[in-house]
């Protein structure tokens, strides 16, 4: 086998190169593996630039939804204008309208100016009964009705501001700009320039924005997304109890019972399609048979949730497969060598050994449900949610909205501050998202085993 | 009806375990195995050999029908277990795994504990009403397969920690556990090195006592250190079947005598 050892001799020597120095072939082969990762280096520094922009717009622009310009103010509660029959009963107290207190209100803010001792020339009356929110007297009103006590006295009070004035202390409105503005203007913001030196109007930390509801149009300032994140909460609830079991169950036969036959073949084929079918398709469907046809209520958590649980069903079934197809044959083989019975075989055996990836599908599936927009918007989730829905599962019938379509409704109202809500918004949708995959990374690392 | 069955044939070591007659297995239109009639002898270990793809893999599948799981795989012909034909309508090949049970050519132990492992099969069947029994069931198994002194303070650990012998052997153990008749052995010794190969050929020699133990292997030494009755396959066909002695001096058919000579395969 061996060849004869090789005569030294000079010809041969003659070719043979030395190692130290690189042949131009291999020359070439570096150079392309050098070529290549460059390439790949730069692709990734490409995404991750593309992120930071991403992040840091959204962050940028959003970051002042969880700040909230308040003034505060000592609100003397007149008896006599909120209570007019004088006998505290909450049945006629509510027959008061939000205008009185919007009036008790001006009068505060007139008082807290004058004692401030604040003179700024071409001050209207005007311009100090807007700085407040139109939203202020509507949450005074409903502190008052859950406490008919506070009455006649004067309670120290955190009233919203004026959207404009707390844009102007997050750098959204300037001098310029309110000089063309017709809800605004420049003494206006000069008067809460001189409030917040005196301590009475401070920015801080806005949890109403993650649990208040949505606002109108006027009343930026108090929009929140706790009627979307109760919306988007419930759908995911439908999804997972709809989803997951169905989605589990019909990969488990399809991948381990089912005969292979053309039917099979023709589910998968179908099963792979109707991942790639577009969402909005989704929509359609869904407000076809759910809300025409079986008649659920429109804008429903429920309705909403029924259309994800379609739309997830093909992602979870086929990463489902995916993970069963994984799990070795040998261990069905070995579990059916015992005298295990198919099914035994497979939850005892293959299941455990494919929960990771099972769970990791899921939860993709599921944060993808939570980010869709499109279907939601054909069943009616688009619109105008004040009302918190109950607990489920009668809430999974009332009205409400979702965390992306809040964010596409946002970001088609006029007023800018809409805008920074809208980005608020994104925020606490990729905070959500963020958890998710956490806890898919978390449950992933806990069940895999390794042999 | 099975009970006196088996007193009846509790008798000697030239008991017929199980015996086939004109089985034919085919892999859609592929002819897998052709006509293999084979009387396998109880307490006996019966050696399967030959080139690779001559279906004594395929055959020793058929025993405890591990093929059922094979969809394109048909089988013909009978084969009988204490004269029970197996394919039998009315069999369920749980029932007959349990008894007859099956080693693989990898080392395939659950991603378990020792234990676990050891008491699934005794689990799933109801083999034990308690946990001392089943303790005891797994200790005898696990002496059975010569590892007890090996793992007995590890039994909690995985069983997959162990080495390919080991492990090897902790099948070996898993497949004893619900005791079986006949115990099946596809290439047990192909994953593994010299010394271990050693230790479950050692193991194989003992389980002879108690099973008819059936064993693929490719290595005709193997064949020749621990079986007592040799059956040559090629090319589907059961060429030659006898004592392993006379299988290796004095061949009857030219075809096995070129195999074992090293001619072909």
Redesign the interface.
Known sequence: MTDLPMPADASRDATKSSLLVADARTRKRNAAEKRFRSYGAAAIGVALVALVVLLSSIIGGGAGAFRQTYLSIPVALDADVLDPKGNRDPAEMSKVLTLSYGRVLDAAVDTAVADGGIEIEGLSDKDIGGLISKEASAQLRDRVLADPELLGTTVETNVLVNGRVDGYFKGRVTMESAEADGNTSPQQLMLAEELKERGMLVTRFNWDFVTNPDASDQRPEAAGVGVAILGSLYMMLVVLFLAVPIGVAASIYLEEFA??NRWTDVIEVNISNLAAVPSIVFGILGLAAFINFAGLPQSAPIVGGLVLTLMTLPTIIISTRAALKAV?P????????????KM?SVF??VLP?AMPGILTGTIIGLAQALGETAPLLLIGMVAFVREFPAAPPEGLFDPASALPVQVYNWTQRADPAFIERASGAIIVLLAFLLCMNVLAIVLRRRFE??? | MYDTNRMENAVGQDDIKISARKVQVFYGDKHAIKDVDVDILDKTVTAFIGPSGCGKSTFLRCI?R?ND?I?IARIQGEIRLDGEDIYDKRVDP?????RV????Q?P????KSIYDNVA??PR??GLSRNRAELDEIVERSLRGAALWNEVKDRLQE?G?GLSGGQQQRL?IA??V??SPEVLLMDEPCSALDPIATGQVEELIEQLRQEFSVVIVTHSMQQAARVSQKTAFFHLGNLVEYGDTDDIFTKPQDSRTEAYISGRIG
Request: proline residues 12%.
């Open positions: 005969p292979k070795p040998s261990i069905r083989d070995a579990a059916l060598g015992v005298g295990a019975s035994q005892h055996h050994l085993r390794r042999w | 405890n591990m799981t969809p749980v029932q007959l795994r349990a049970g099956m080693v693989f990898k395939n132990p659950f991603p699934y099969g799933i069947h995985p997959t099948c898993r497949a556990a619900t």
